[in-house]
């Protein structure tokens, strides 16, 4: 007789020793059998609540015995019986250790072939082979939990911001193709031949036209589209805890949205995070740490030393100096015990980042004085050395590293190895959370490549009122009403109050180089919404994908992401992205290039 695996009792992480002397029925998967000789045999059933373990006796169930042997890992089965306890084979590791089930009757849902990759908490297969079989992959214990935490972590971001009166709304997916930093994926309309959609890279200026046509608090679990480079946290589509506010400025969508990461911390994995968040200009951030999203949990601050290295004998600094950049320097505490091939290594490494080398000395105590050796310590002289000493609050054992050139390579290298040197010599503090806002971001930054001002946020972004009278004559020095959260170096989400006047508006696209009837072409919809009551309006959009990613202990956003992409932005359980066939490309109006068609050709006679 069929068991009516559809009636399960409970999962199997649910039974105790109070559920002793209980019949039960369970589903899942074989994790795992034992065959005990003549008398017993001994199945893991898993499931996503957890591990029970399943006892076949010979002599009490023969038939349910014989098939039990028949199990091999992975086979989904269906077994009843009843709930014993396993007397001294208590398993402690297990929160089902205590009791076992004595199985009656035991049903076979279905077979498994042999996995191409052990469905255990460690795996020695590699990731495209995981990604292959991702529905494998996903059975197991790590990937199942970091799931339900991003489930967790969705949760209670909804929970959280319909409670503050956020309303949920969705936006378009297909839209216009608008300039915002990445390139768009497009989307070709049959409907209307040789004119396309865009995948939406946020829904930016949909949740401000919401606040333009009155509905004051949006939020929304948001997918977006950005065809750009991969790395670890970024796929080529993502999700965004979205969210725009009515009539507020840059205190009131920080306080919402700190408020919101408490609460997430909390529900989701259980830690109390202190609110209100600290504060740093992103000026400060680049001055002392090297980075807009500094990791505040351990020190080794960037000290800029350009004065005492400009009176050196290094030909480095002093040429460095002379062309008007900068040398700054960490010092890392008891460093002094690095070897030479450490430090060697670091060099090879840095000249990877795009370094020239890194110069280094050592602090240490001879005769009482407190000097410097190895190194470059011969460039300075005694009195010198002492500055520099000083100017690095550096004690004998440490080791001062050096980067000189322009201010944005010295912060990139001395950023590079701030984080390398924590994380190898081990002074990141486990299990704590620093957040941070930077704000007063720079509006502009110069683009060498193009020789001109380009936007550092994007181009719907306020600018400081103080600084708007100099947005044409000095676009450099205007900071902008933006900001962006960051937890242990992750950048968490972005977020500005936003351009709510058309003439403020045209005059940033024109500073831009965007003439006002290509603004039109593109903005159209957003600029006639400013000509119509436009309220003060700001919001933020936060990575889902990055918070479960933390919270979980993740290294890779593709851990919690049910199906993600290849670092190729490829998947290797659908092989997509895919050819179409010659048919559907016609209706669409795309002739492929020559090179691509050839291509195509070669590949299919190889076939």
Known sequence: MAIAYNKRTCDCGTLRAADVGRQVILAGWVNNYRDHGDNLVFIDLRDRGGLTQCRFNVDTDPEATKLARTLRKEDCVAVRGEVIHRGENVNPKLPTGEIEVSIQEVEVLNKSLTPPFEVADHVEANEDLRLKYRFLDLRRGPMQRAIIMRHKVTQAFRTFYYNEGFLDVETPILTKSTPEGARDYLVPSRVWPGKFYALPQSPQLFKQLLMMSGFDRYMQIARCFRD?????????????????????????????????????????????????????????????????????????????????????????????????????????????????????????????????????????????????????????????????????????????????????????????????????????????WEFLWVVDMPSFEWDEESKQWIFLHHPFTMPRDEDLPRMESDPGSVRAKCYDIVVNGVELGSGSIRIHNREVQSRLFRMLGISDEEAMAKFVHLLTALQYGAPPHGGLALGLDRIAMLLSGTDSIRDVIAFPKTQRAFCPLTECPSEVDAKQLRELGIDLAPEVKAKRKAAENEA
């Open 228 to 432: 750009e480079d991969l790395r670890a946290d970024r796929q080529p589509d993502f999700t965004q805890v979205d969210l725009e506010m009515a009539f507020v400025d840059v205190d009131n969508v920080l306080d919402v949205v700190e408020r919101s990461l408490a609460y997430v911390w909390k529900e989701a994995a259980g830690i109390e995070v202190p609110v209100p968040f600290r504060r740093m200009p992103y000026d400060e951030a680049m001055r002392d740490y090297g980075s807009d999203k500094p990791d505040l949990r351990y020190g080794m601050k960037l000290i800029d030393v350009t004065e005492v290295a400009g009176r050196s004998e290094f030909k480095v600094f002093r040429d460095a100096v002379e062309r008007g950049g900068v040398v700054k320097a960490i010092c890392l505490t008891g460093g002094g015990e690095m070897t030479r091939k450490e430090t060697d290594g670091l060099t090879v490494e840095i000249q990877g980042v795009g370094a020239g080398g890194l110069p280094l000395c050592k602090v240490v105590s001879e005769g009482g004085k407190t000097i410097l050796q190895t190194g470059i310590a011969k460039f300075f002289p005694e009195g010198l050395a002492g500055d520099l000493i000083a100017a690095m609050g550096a004690k004998p054992g440490d080791v001062i590293f050096f980067a000189a050139g322009r201010f944005g390579d010295v912060c990139k290298y001395l950023n590079w190895l701030r984080i390398t040197l924590a994380e190898r010599r081990k002074l990141v503090p486990a299990g704590k």
